[in-house]
C-alpha cells in the first residue's frame, strides 16, 4: 500500500508490481486484478518502464502508474500527479535480439505487421522478406520466442509481440554501419529528397527528417539522411560537400545493414513524385539520432503511427 498526500487531500493506493511492463494483449487481464486492488484504494501498477502508448492506455483502462525512470500518472479524488522523465526505454543490461545475418530483416519485417493481423506469417514468408534462408529465418524466430518477442501461433505461423520488439530494437540496435557523406544544400531537405527519388528511382530511400514528415508530419524538416543501395554522384542533386556533421543539412550513407530498405517498399507521393522511405523502425532511431525535443516527440509520434495502423 501506498499513500500520497497533498494540499490538505490524500488517497490510498494498492499497489500491482511488475518485472516488466504488460504488453498491450495483456491489458484486458489486467482488469480482473485492478478491480481486485480496487477494493483495497486506488489501483496503482509499477513497473521497470512503461512507455507513452502504454502508459495511454493504463490511464484509460482506469489505472495509476510508476516506474523505475522517474515517470508517474497518479490519480485518485482530489489528486492528480504526473511527470514524464524518460522518452525511451533504459537499454537493456544484456543483448537479446539475434544479431548476424538477416537478424534486423526479420525483426522489422516482424515490427512492421498492422495492427490486428492476428495469424501473423510463416518463416517461409519472413525469410523472402528478409532475403534469408528459410532456416535461418526460423533461427531468429526461435531465439525471439525465447525471449518472450514473438508467439508461435497455428499452421506454423508466428504472432509478434510488436511493442516489445520495437522498443528492444531500438535499444540495441548498433547503427547501420557502411559508409557516409556530408553535403550542404540551399534547397530545403524535402526537396533534395523529391529531386534524389526523381533521378535515382528505386536506388534510394528517405529518413529523418523528411521521411518521418511524409508519414506524420510534426516538424519542419531541417536535415535529410537519404541511404542509397549504391554509390550515387550527390553532384546531380546540386549538392554541395560539407566539411563535416556540423554544416551538413544532406546526409547520403551506404548502409552495411541493408534491412534499411524495408519490403515491401514504402512509398510517399510527393509532388506527383514517388519518394521511397525507409524502414519506420529505422526512421525512428535516426531522429533520436539526430537529437533535439522536437525529434523526439516526433519520434514518438511515429512509433504511435507503426504501433496503431492498420
Same mark, same amino acid.
Given at each position: 500500500?501506498? +499513500?500520497?498526500? !497533498?494540499?490538505?487531500?490524500?488517497?490510498?493506493?494498492?499497489?500491482?508490481?511488475?518485472?516488466?511492463? @504488460?504488453?498491450?494483449?495483456?491489458?484486458?487481464?489486467?482488469?480482473? +486484478?485492478?478491480?481486485? %486492488?480496487?477494493?483495497?484504494?486506488?489501483?496503482?501498477?509499477?513497473?521497470?518502464?512503461?512507455?507513452?502508448?502504454?502508459?495511454?492506455?493504463?490511464?484509460?483502462?482506469?489505472?495509476?502508474?510508476?516506474?523505475?525512470?522517474?515517470?508517474?500518472?497518479?490519480? !485518485?479524488?482530489?489528486?492528480?500527479?504526473?511527470?514524464? &522523465?524518460?522518452?525511451?526505454? @533504459?537499454?537493456? !543490461?544484456?543483448?537479446?535480439?539475434?544479431?548476424?545475418?538477416?537478424?534486423?530483416?526479420?525483426?522489422?519485417?516482424?515490427? &512492421?505487421?498492422?495492427?490486428?493481423?492476428?495469424?501473423?506469417?510463416? !518463416?517461409?514468408?519472413?525469410?523472402?522478406?528478409?532475403? =534469408?534462408?528459410? /532456416?535461418?529465418?526460423?533461427?531468429?524466430?526461435?531465439?525471439?520466442?525465447?525471449?518472450?518477442?514473438?508467439?508461435?501461433?497455428?499452421?506454423?505461423?508466428?504472432?509478434?509481440?510488436?511493442?516489445?520488439?520495437?522498443?528492444?530494437?531500438?535499444?540495441?540496435?548498433?547503427?547501420?554501419?557502411?559508409?557516409?557523406?556530408?553535403?550542404?544544400?540551399?534547397?530545403?531537405?524535402?526537396?533534395?529528397?523529391?529531386?534524389?527519388?526523381?533521378?535515382?528511382?528505386?536506388? =534510394?530511400?528517405?529518413?529523418?527528417?523528411?521521411? /518521418?514528415?511524409?508519414?506524420?508530419?510534426?516538424?519542419?524538416?531541417?536535415?535529410?539522411? %537519404?541511404?542509397?543501395?549504391?554509390?550515387?554522384? $550527390?553532384?546531380?542533386?546540386?549538392? +554541395?560537400?560539407?566539411?563535416?556533421?556540423?554544416?551538413?543539412?544532406?546526409?547520403? &550513407?551506404?548502409?552495411?545493414?541493408?534491412?534499411?530498405?524495408?519490403?515491401?517498399?514504402? +512509398?510517399?507521393?510527393?509532388?506527383?513524385?514517388?519518394?521511397?522511405?525507409?524502414?519506420?523502425?529505422?526512421?525512428?532511431?535516426?531522429?533520436?539520432?539526430?537529437?533535439?525535443?522536437?525529434?523526439?516527440?516526433? $519520434?514518438?509520434?511515429?512509433?504511435?503511427?507503426?504501433?496503431?495502423?492498420?
Amino acid at each position: 500500500m501506498l +499513500v500520497v498526500a !497533498a494540499g490538505g487531500s490524500s488517497a490510498r493506493f494498492a499497489v500491482e508490481l511488475k518485472q516488466r511492463a @504488460p504488453y498491450p494483449n495483456e491489458l484486458v487481464g489486467l482488469g480482473r +486484478v485492478r478491480e481486485k %486492488l480496487s477494493r483495497l484504494g486506488e489501483p496503482l501498477l509499477v513497473a521497470p518502464f512503461v512507455s507513452e502508448s502504454l502508459g495511454a492506455a493504463l490511464t484509460a483502462d482506469g489505472w495509476s502508474w510508476a516506474d523505475a525512470q522517474g515517470d508517474f500518472d497518479l490519480r !485518485a479524488h482530489g489528486l492528480l500527479f504526473r511527470q514524464r &522523465r524518460a522518452v525511451t526505454a @533504459p537499454k537493456p !543490461a544484456r543483448r537479446t535480439l539475434p544479431t548476424g545475418s538477416g537478424s534486423f530483416a526479420v525483426i522489422r519485417s516482424l515490427i &512492421r505487421f498492422a495492427d490486428g493481423e492476428e495469424d501473423g506469417a510463416g !518463416a517461409t514468408t519472413l525469410a523472402a522478406r528478409a532475403g =534469408v534462408s528459410q /532456416p535461418r529465418a526460423s533461427q531468429v524466430l526461435r531465439q525471439l520466442q525465447d525471449h518472450e518477442l514473438v508467439d508461435r501461433a497455428a499452421n506454423g505461423r508466428w504472432r509478434p509481440r510488436r511493442e516489445p520488439l520495437l522498443d528492444r530494437l531500438l535499444a540495441e540496435y548498433p547503427g547501420p554501419g557502411g559508409s557516409v557523406q556530408y553535403f550542404y544544400s540551399l534547397d530545403s531537405p524535402t526537396e533534395v529528397a523529391v529531386r534524389a527519388a526523381r533521378e535515382l528511382k528505386n536506388r =534510394v530511400v528517405a529518413s529523418a527528417d523528411v521521411g /518521418p514528415d511524409l508519414i506524420q508530419a510534426w516538424r519542419r524538416p531541417s536535415e535529410v539522411i %537519404l541511404y542509397a543501395r549504391e554509390l550515387v554522384d $550527390a553532384a546531380q542533386f546540386g549538392l +554541395v560537400r560539407a566539411r563535416g556533421r556540423h554544416d551538413a543539412n544532406v546526409i547520403v &550513407r551506404m548502409p552495411a545493414d541493408r534491412s534499411v530498405f524495408p519490403v515491401p517498399a514504402l +512509398v510517399a507521393d510527393l509532388q506527383g513524385v514517388e519518394v521511397r522511405l525507409a524502414d519506420p523502425s529505422q526512421m525512428i532511431w535516426d531522429l533520436r539520432d539526430l537529437g533535439g525535443a522536437d525529434r523526439a516527440e516526433a $519520434a514518438s509520434e511515429l512509433r504511435t503511427w507503426l504501433l496503431t495502423r492498420r
